[in-house]
């Protein structure tokens, strides 16, 4: 049982330097052949040996793969799809709306304040955590509770290195994430509707778990303010909106916190919301879900794929129970 | 002798196959955001809703209003809400589940939504039959009382809109605003039909109607 994030062994030859991966994009683009098939075809083994890049700046990685998969051979959902089809209520309910309402909202600088029953609280700059907690890429699946769902390469680090570096407590037994609240930026947020700011939480146990990230790049490139920058959390074997965006506070807390959606619905959203194809949500199914990209439904997996990881965590629980 | 365009016509007609067109296009050229099935699936079904509620408000408003014109447009905006509604149900089988109805039964056979859909969609399905005037003729006095149903297809479609959004009816919380805002709209209409709120409102334009009369004698 593994429960450290393996990624699957790429070939040297699939890796390209970021500048000419956009440049053969806009040729491929101009040439008409965007379909994914072409894309590939284009792009694989002749690619040349990476080479440093000087144009580079900050924290994101030199190079970007081609193309991207996880570590079940899904191949990643294109950028132009992850960026514009966004479940961020602050924003707005239309999934197609949030890029063009987030474009200015700012995500630079950004700090988040890692505080509660810690031994040593602080505040963290984003580009001070992704010096110290060294980000890597992490390509997973995302799946959304309204069954479509994505294969996103994440820049992240693993959650744990924060909490380690501010020393919890024997009394802190969960995590508590609060979104940032700016209603003149996020004009969602001006709506009664939804007990805002969105809070989520995780048990320090699962928050602890290798695979548990907060992201701060997205596809080689900063992370998007659509999808949730300044950092966000990813937590890849529960539902989507259990991966809060925009995180301005981390605290850890003795007692199970409250999170936006079981406020509003506990009889329909738990704490927990692992992925389970077993425990449907009250009014619809969670048995199958749609790959953006993809035109037939996909049988939808336990902890979305990530069983091995995971399990541990649950093990003598009744997950129906506590869903 | 010159033939008028009836307009209000022309517009229903018009409101319609455009509606269609432009779904159909935007499906075609993959500009129905990223989830085009789910996308295309919401609003065909909304197109029906709207379609079923200018439908119910032909009559109380005709009356309310004075306009006799409006209650001619009733069966062909019925019609249209049965189309959509048709599309909608086509779509969810053949592209969003394409056509495997044991993988439909297992997922939504134990689903409230999906009950109050069907029957919504096969009470539209007797009427849109019936429409018809030779089964008008056939049917008689039963015509009448069966495309009273209308009354309760609305609700059912509100209803079944509401349980697929993620959100709290009880307390009204969540992304109910849409549905909700369907659902008040319909309410209205029905209430309009009781017959002391539309004789009232009748009565009341009918004397407004004779005050600017005699207010401004020709």
Redesign the interface.
């Known amino acids: 049982m593994s429960k450290k994030y393996e990624s699957l062994k790429i070939d040297r030859n699939e890796i390209t330097p970021k500048n000419l991966y956009f440049s053969r994009r806009q040729f491929i683009r101009a040439a008409g052949l965007a379909a994914g098939g072409a894309l590939l075809a284009a792009c694989t083994p002749s690619s040349s040996t990476p080479t440093a890049s000087t144009t580079q700046v900050g924290p994101t990685p030199t190079y970007i793969r081609t193309h991207y998969k996880d570590e079940l051979g899904n191949f990643s959902t294109k950028p132009d799809d992850i960026k514009n089809y966004n479940n961020y209520y602050e924003f707005t309910t239309n999934p197609q709306g949030v890029a063009a309402l987030a474009k200015d909202f700012p995500t630079s600088p950004w700090e988040v304040q890692v505080y509660g029953l810690v031994d040593e609280p602080r505040n963290f700059s984003v580009s001070e955590m992704e010096q110290h907690f060294k980000p890597e890429e992490r390509i997973y699946r995302l799946r959304c509770v309204e069954a479509w769902s994505m294969v996103i390469p994440w820049i992240g680090f693993p959650l744990s290195r924060v909490l380690e570096a501010v020393k919890p407590t024997s009394e802190a037994k969960y995590v508590r994430f609060e979104t940032i609240f700016k209603p003149d930026e996020m004009p969602g947020q001006k709506d009664s509707s939804y007990p805002w700011p969105y809070q989520e939480g995780l048990r320090l146990d699962e928050a602890m778990n290798d695979l548990a990230i907060l992201a701060t790049g997205l596809y080689g490139g900063d992370l998007p303010p659509q999808n949730g920058g300044g950092i966000r959390l990813v937590v890849p074997w529960t539902y989507g909106f259990k991966s809060i965006k925009a995180v301005v506070k981390i605290e850890l807390v003795s007692e199970q916190p409250a999170t936006l959606w079981s406020a509003i619905a506990p009889n329909e959203y738990g704490f927990y919301s692992n992925v389970n194809p077993e425990v449907d949500h009250p009014r619809w199914s969670q048995s199958s879900e749609r790959r953006i990209g993809e035109t037939h439904r996909r049988p939808t997996l336990m902890f979305n794929g990530y069983e091995d990881q995971v399990a541990y965590l649950y093990k003598g629980m009744d997950l129906r129970k506590y869903y | 002798m010159k033939k008028q365009i009836d307009w209000p016509r022309l517009a229903v007609h018009i409101g319609a196959w455009g509606t269609l067109l432009v779904m159909a296009v935007r499906f075609l050229t993959n500009t129905l ?3 085009p ?3 295309l699936e919401r609003h065909t079904g909304k197109a029906a809703l709207i379609f079923l509620i200018l439908s119910l408000s032909c009559s109380p408003l005709s009356a309310i209003l004075g306009i006799p014109a409006l209650r001619r447009r009733k069966k062909a905006l019925g019609v249209y809400g049965f189309m959509f509604a048709a599309i909608h149900l086509l779509i969810f089988l053949g ?4 056509f495997k109805l044991a ?1 439909v039964w ?3 056979s ?4 999906i009950w109050l859909g069907a029957a919504a969609f096969l009470l539209l399905l007797a009427l849109a039959i019936t429409t018809f005037k030779k089964m008008k003729q056939a049917l008689k006095k039963n015509w009448k009382r069966l495309h009273r149903a209308v009354y309760i297809i609305s609700p059912l479609v509100v209803l079944h809109f509401i ?2 959004e ?3 009816i009880l ?7 849409e549905p909700l805002i369907y659902g008040s709209v319909v309410l209205l209409l029905l209430l309009l039909r009781l017959s002391p709120i539309k004789n009232g409102l009748t009565n009341l334009r009918v004397k407004l109607q004779q005050h600017s009369r005699t207010a401004n004698p020709v």
């Open positions: 955001t990223a989830n099935i789910l996308t592209l969003d589940y394409g993988l297992m997922d939504v134990n689903k409230l939504y349980l697929i993620k959100g709290n307390t009204l919380q969540g992304n109910l605003k």
